[in-house]
């Protein structure tokens, strides 16, 4: 059985603990909106503890893969895209995963997410609305003295970023290298 792809000097049974975390939020998200703080702190608590207990290059593993998740991820969250359970999922998953793990599964889980988001634009009739605000976007971008038009987000649209993110997650553990 190959070894999944966690942070240098991770355990393995961290993964398979990221990956009942990652499934239990992704239920939580689908059935209330939410990925809850007794769910994420407690596993990025435990993503540090067991890191530490590991020596000095999996504490600065595990930290590296807190920054990119930060970096990549808090401006979602900033910018309304992202709610803070799924940025604190993210973040206890970059405390296993590591850098290079967490970009991996940032570009994976962002490619589900933008895949679920078409398949709700065509679910809800919407695609064709979006296709002509993102023309209008990019003819304001290109046409001069023209004031930029941003594509609408429409909130009344929930998808649930948990679900992605424990696809992804699933990918990565299995070996998915891209």
Do not use: C, E
Not at 26 to 38: C, F, L
């Amino acid at each position: 059985m190959a070894l999944m792809p966690l942070a240098p000097g991770m355990p393995q049974w961290m993964g398979w603990l990221s990956g009942a975390v990652a499934a239990i939020a992704a239920v939580t998200d689908y059935r209330t909106g939410k990925i809850y703080n007794w769910l994420t702190l407690p596993a990025l608590l435990a993503g540090l503890v067991v890191a530490v207990a590991n020596g000095v290059p999996t504490m600065v593993a595990a930290l590296q893969g807190v920054g990119v998740a930060g970096l990549i991820f808090l401006p979602m969250f900033f910018t309304g895209i992202l709610g803070g359970g799924d940025v604190k999922l993210l973040l206890a998953l970059g405390t296993i995963l590591g850098a290079q793990g967490i970009f991996l599964l940032s570009l994976v889980t962002i490619l589900i997410a933008g895949a679920g988001a078409v398949a709700l634009l065509f679910k809800h009739r919407r695609a064709g609305i979006f296709v002509n605000q993102l023309a209008m976007f990019f003819r304001s971008v290109f046409t001069p003295g023209l004031a930029l038009q941003w594509p609408k987000l429409n909130r009344d649209i929930k998808a649930p970023f948990g679900i992605a993110i424990f696809f992804g997650l699933l990918y990565i553990l299995a070996g998915g290298r891209g």
